[in-house]
């Protein structure tokens, strides 16, 4: 009786961490997959037209005497008919923020979305968000700041080390 219930109990437990251990292998693969999909979303057809777009009006923006804050701009975008630009300046924006909540949640991969996207999340941070942000941060409007947080964490999490000064 007790060989019968031995063989049982090493029967159940066998077939439990079988289970925990597929279980974890699957949730890694779609971590994984995840990660991918993602570079694969960022470099589409759409992605690189809309971060093109993008590049051109966030430089041109910062750039100009008067440069304009995040409502700013989307405002006048809205005002001049000028929907297609503040689509593709929306679409760099959401997609980082969706990458962070995707990390934050640990929905995906770290250290391969950090090897995929880590040196366009330092680009476009460094470059063009950060500095926008900044520009921002001196408008009474709580809406002004709001898109920077996620953007940040992720890119403390995944972006290249900052350069030392």
């Not at 993008?54 to 000028?82: D, I, M, V, W």
């Not at 689509?87 to 979305?113: K, N, P, T, Y």
Request: proline share 4%; aromatic share 10%; net charge neutral.
């Amino acid at each position: 009786m007790v060989e019968i219930t031995a063989g049982l109990l090493g029967a159940l437990l066998g077939a439990a961490c079988t289970f925990v251990v597929q279980r974890l292998e699957s949730r890694r693969r779609w971590r994984f997959d995840l990660a991918q999909e993602l570079y694969r979303t960022w470099q589409s057809i759409e992605h690189i037209e809309a971060r093109v777009r993008a590049y051109y009006l966030l430089t041109e923006n910062l750039r100009s005497q008067h440069p304009q804050s995040f409502l700013e701009l989307a405002t006048a975008c809205r005002a001049e008919g000028r929907t297609e630009d503040w689509i593709a300046i929306s679409r760099v924006l959401h997609f980082f923020e969706e990458c962070g909540a995707l990390l934050d949640c640990a929905a995906v991969d770290h250290a391969l979305l950090k090897h995929l996207i880590g040196r366009y999340v330092t680009y476009w941070v460094d470059g063009f968000l950060h500095p926008w942000w900044e520009l921002s941060t001196g408008r009474d409007d709580p809406r002004e700041l709001g898109w920077h947080t996620p953007i940040s964490r992720l890119r403390a999490r995944v972006g290249a080390p900052q350069p030392s000064r």
